[in-house]
């Protein structure tokens, strides 16, 4: 579907009614989410103090030494606190993986654990060199947790964590080609505990329940919301998306469950949607998320009028110059792709904005589900149909 939300004309439409498998298109969704609940600034943490003690619980802020994210104050703030440290454990935990998601994925990056107070990414980084036998381990706390396979007759080094357990399976042998490699660790409470003992470096102790005594909780903020939209709209980062359902959640109802903001978003803003949608996470790794096209186009209007266009299109990929499709549309001059991509096997979407050579701003979702050819088949055909749009309107 194309549509000018200048004059309110649909130019085009082609199956626009039917329903499709949207995958990232998804963070659409979670990104207006977060325009209608979180401010400027991300809660980083909530905190109350009574007599020589601290408890602190999370938000589900994903930015806490995160290496993708600018240095916020909480690490200072925990760090020179002279109380003592007790972190509460969350009331309700939020399944780690979505509905839906694929649990085989559990050892890739793109399939990191869910959380109320993340740390490090959810993830280990490991660095292989061909100089050294051993790894380069960060976060460090995790260095005494790898083990080495029996059979290390391999070119390519790696790291796999068993399933169950924060243990990593290394193969690597020196003289191997350098390579990084993220591994999501296995999210709880305790683990948290301990890397915040290990970092600070301080006692933290874990509380599975507050005192009644301890009210009036305060809020400290950590970064710049728009942050967060910018990785996970470039470069379609699935944990931000996640957290930021379940950050939005805690400021509706202090309970981290996602499905706490995608109700209160479908309920007080969705109602005038074309199509009901299906939709169930926040990054769209799950395949029971299910949109129609027009319904997408309406969801991208509604952002249209939140945010400035100059903000918005420096917050979303730009096609020839930034994030997923920084090799895909490229303008002569400028960008003219302003959008989101969303991929699974398949199923590829494309849904934002397109500035016209005209200088007109329209709006699109071009989405394929369940084809057998090549992704890049279907790429190549997308790009050759809205180049031919950003010519002729």
């Known amino acids: ?3 000018d939300p200048a004059s309110q004309e649909v130019l085009y439409e082609h199956n626009s009614e039917k329903y499709f498998t949207p995958a990232s298109n998804t963070k659409l969704l979670t990104f207006y989410t977060g325009l209608k609940i979180l401010g400027d600034s991300v809660p980083g943490l909530q905190y109350a103090v009574q007599n020589d003690s601290l408890i602190f619980r999370g938000t589900g802020d994903p930015s806490f030494l995160h290496e993708e994210f600018p240095y916020s104050q909480v690490f200072q703030f925990l ?55 051993v790894p380069l381990v960060y976060p460090g706390y995790f260095q005494e947790k790898i083990e080495f396979a029996k059979d290390l007759k391999t070119k390519r080094s790696g790291a796999t964590r068993n399933l169950s357990e924060n243990i990593f399976v290394l193969k690597h042998n020196p003289g191997n080609p ?50 967060l939209y910018r990785r996970m709209l470039q470069v379609s980062d699935n944990f931000i998306a996640e957290q930021i359902l379940l950050l939005s959640a805690n400021e ?35 395949r029971y998320n299910l949109f129609t096209p027009r319904s997408v186009v309406k969801i991208l209007e509604k952002i249209q009028q ?62 394929n589900s369940n084809y057998t050819v090549p992704t890049s088949m279907i790429k190549e055909e997308m790009e050759h149909i809205l180049k031919e749009i950003y010519l002729k309107y």
């Open 1 to 3: 579907m194309v549509y």
């Open 178 to 227: 350098q390579r990084e490699q993220s591994v999501p660790f296995k999210y709880s409470s305790e683990i948290i505990v301990a890397l915040l003992n290990d970092t600070l470096p301080k006692n933290v102790q874990l509380i599975e329940e507050i005192p009644s005594s301890f009210k009036d909780f305060k809020t400290l903020y950590s970064i710049p919301a728009d942050s």
């Open 79 to 133: 760090k020179d606190r002279e109380e003592k440290l007790f972190f509460a454990a969350p009331d309700f935990t939020e399944d780690h993986f979505g509905p839906g998601w694929a649990w085989g994925d559990y050892n890739w990056y793109y399939s990191v654990e869910r959380g109320a107070f993340p740390m490090y990414g959810n993830y280990v980084n490991f660095t292989f060199t061909p100089e050294d036998s």
């Open 252 to 286: 509706i109802s202090d309970t981290l469950k996602s499905s706490i903001a995608i109700d209160h978003i479908k309920s007080e803003y969705f109602q005038d949607l074309p199509d009901e949608i299906q939709w169930v996470d926040g990054s769209g790794l799950s």
């Open 306 to 367: 939140e945010v400035p266009q100059p903000r918005l299109f420096s917050l979303m990929a730009a096609g020839g110059e930034s994030g997923t499709i920084k090799n895909l549309y490229k303008g002569e001059e400028e960008p003219y792709i302003y959008a989101k991509t969303g991929t699974l096997n398949n199923n590829h979407s494309l849904s934002g904005f397109l500035k016209t050579q005209s200088g007109r701003v329209l709006i699109f979702s071009f989405m």
